[in-house]
């Protein structure tokens, strides 16, 4: 008897054919270009509520206000009279505003909105550009960016080139009133830290919102991605005292605004027109003010090597 021919239909299922009855597990849309953004988190915010922050200072001469006092060990001397002279044109902050209007169409918000909100989703991401925006201008901003708001006085350079524990020292000398953070490339100060274990001083770390941070002298130092390196491999590091009270570096916000999803953040909803396309104002407004000169320092000419950073573009 001749053997059996032998089947060759499959013995189970394929996986190919019950992927077809299967629900895929997804992930939001996930964008490389998302930052930790500490500098916000880090600085104390102000509600302006009109709008503008005027910056009232004393009126200063020769590097002292202008009072006139007299120390006493005996007798009964005439004593002086004196007030504190204030200046008479004060800086004023005015917010400037990050905007943009987020289209969806209303047959992909229904009908692909099972598992991921699709109008939820594209609002996240959007909110998440216009942080990153916001963070870029608060350090770049030619009017008040944090980098160009150092007083020629509060900038010093590197003595050889990598950032060294010598440095960071000048630093704390120029910000000596309670100084909160270093801000700096992430690249700037991987090789601070290269360079104080060279010197046997290896730098500690502190956990700050949940994340390790190396610090010198206490303070830590905070990576951001919008503080750039030039094509020559230099860039800068900052030291900034925060908080009103300390005459120190504030964010500026106008709380409150129509659609407000957080603190002058908002997202207003603008109608939808006669091709289905529903529209959404995106707005934040927002500034950052300087309150005392010795409240931020420079450092500049920072070596690090050839590396070309991405800095992150103007509308």
């Known amino acids: 008897m001749s053997p059996q021919p032998q089947s060759s239909a499959p013995l189970s299922l394929s996986a190919q054919s019950a992927r077809n009855l299967a629900t895929a597990t997804v992930t939001p849309p996930q964008w490389d270009e998302i930052t930790p953004r500490w500098l916000l988190k880090l600085l104390p915010y102000v509600d302006v509520d009109g709008g503008v922050y005027r910056v009232n200072r004393v009126k200063q001469k020769e590097g002292a206000p202008t009072l006139d006092l007299l120390t006493v060990d005996d007798g009964e001397p005439k004593l002086p009279a ?103 490339n992430p690249k700037a100060i991987a090789a601070f830290g290269r360079e104080a274990t060279r010197r046997g001083v290896p730098p500690p770390t502190v956990t700050l919102f949940g994340s390790p941070f190396i610090t010198w002298r206490g303070i830590p130092l905070i990576p951001t991605s919008k503080i750039a390196v030039d094509d020559s491999g230099k860039t800068s590091f900052l030291l900034v005292r925060v908080g009103e009270n300390q005459r120190g570096v504030v964010g500026l916000q106008k709380a409150g605004v129509t659609g407000e999803i957080e603190p002058g953040l908002s997202v207003r909803y603008m109608g939808t027109d006669e091709r289905s396309l529903a529209s959404h104002l995106v707005t934040r407004y927002f500034s950052v003010a300087v309150l005392g000169e010795d409240a931020i320092a420079r450092l500049d000419d920072v070596f690090i090597g050839n590396y070309h950073e991405y800095v992150y573009p103007k509308a």
């Open 82 to 184: 004196t007030f504190v002279d204030y200046e008479e044109d004060p800086r004023e902050h005015h917010l400037s505003t990050i905007q943009t209007v987020l289209h969806t169409h209303t047959r992909i918000t229904d009908l692909y909105s099972n598992a991921i909100d699709q109008l939820r989703e594209q609002v996240r991401l959007t909110v998440e550009a216009v942080k990153e925006r916001e963070e870029w201008e608060l350090l770049n901003h030619p009017q008040f960016g944090l980098l160009h708001e150092v007083a020629p006085e509060q900038v010093i350079k590197t003595r050889s080139g990598p950032p060294t524990p010598d440095d960071l020292d000048e630093l704390l000398a120029k910000v000596w009133k309670k100084p909160a953070f270093f801000l700096a």
